[in-house]
């Protein structure tokens, strides 16, 4: 047996280490079925992260991971479900994607997001759920185990051109973070 090490203090690189041309754009802005999915990175006094990076991972419209290749090259027309993106100065990220559909019949829709920012010691993990189907909300296994005031830190809300998902690393409102550490 293997004794786990520790995790090591990550960035301040990634505006310049993991960039990538179209790297938030899983599709292209203003394309058929494009939505925004944007928000900001926040610290536990509500202010923005501006060297964090963002990662999201999703089904496609189908409800089906996509099997295309392609994340880090992109061609302007695969749809791979992946997208990275750096935060601005202020934390803002947008990424131009689709809307997921449910992984299974009635389930909720989401898109799995992944931070990484100066200071952590290991990349945190979350979802952003999409509000449009309140029963399927309401019968979600994960957030059906969340108190409600907990549950609506991982519900995006309707914006001008999509959705907002705002996250906040700790403090009041602290986004819901997931534990995938092995047991």
Known sequence: MTTPT??????????????????????????????ELS?????????????????????GPDGRPPRQQGSLRRDGWTFTGFGRTATSRDGRYVFSTLLPGP????????????VFARGLLDRLFTRAYL????????????????????????????????YVFDIRLQ???????LDFAAR
């Open 39 to 59: 928000g900001r990175v926040l610290d536990g006094a509500g202010n923005g992260l501006q060297d964090a990076l963002v990662e999201i991972w999703q089904a």
């Open 103 to 114: 992984t299974r019949p009635g389930s909720a829709s989401f898109i799995a997001v992944t």
């Open 6 to 35: 520790p995790g090591q203090t990550v960035g301040p690189f990634f505006h310049y280490g993991l960039a990538y041309a179209g790297d938030n754009d899983l599709v292209p802005p203003g394309s058929t079925g494009a939505v």
């Open 131 to 162: 509000p449009d189907d309140a029963a399927a909300l309401d019968g979600d296994p994960l957030l059906s185990t969340l108190p409600a005031e907990r549950r609506r830190t991982l519900i995006a809300t309707r914006g001008e051109r999509g």
């Open 171 to 177: 403090g009041a409102d602290e986004t819901v973070f």
